[in-house]
């Protein structure tokens, strides 16, 4: 996928996969959840592999890719 497409993507999604951030930390980008959701999809690498690549927590990747695949296949589908 090529920059432009993945920018076309984000932008049909943002609203609904941007989380929103608090007092006590800063959410993960709706970008950074997009880009994460599409290289395991494309990989199948486990959530651990990806954590290393993404420097996002395993337990959040855990959460952050399903709610992210339900809302390309909800919406986009």
């Given at each position: ?67 992210v695949c339900k809302?390309i296949f909800q919406?986009?589908?």
């Amino acid at each position: 996928m090529d920059h432009n497409n993945f920018m076309e993507l984000l932008g049909l999604m943002k609203d609904d996969i941007q989380k929103q951030d608090t007092h006590l930390r800063e959410s993960v980008s709706a970008k950074k959840r997009l880009a994460a959701t599409l290289c395991y999809l494309v990989t199948g690498n486990s959530y651990r592999d990806l954590m290393f690549a993404t420097r996002i927590h395993e337990s959040t990747i855990n959460v952050m890719i399903p709610q992210v695949c339900k809302a390309i296949f909800q919406d986009y589908w």
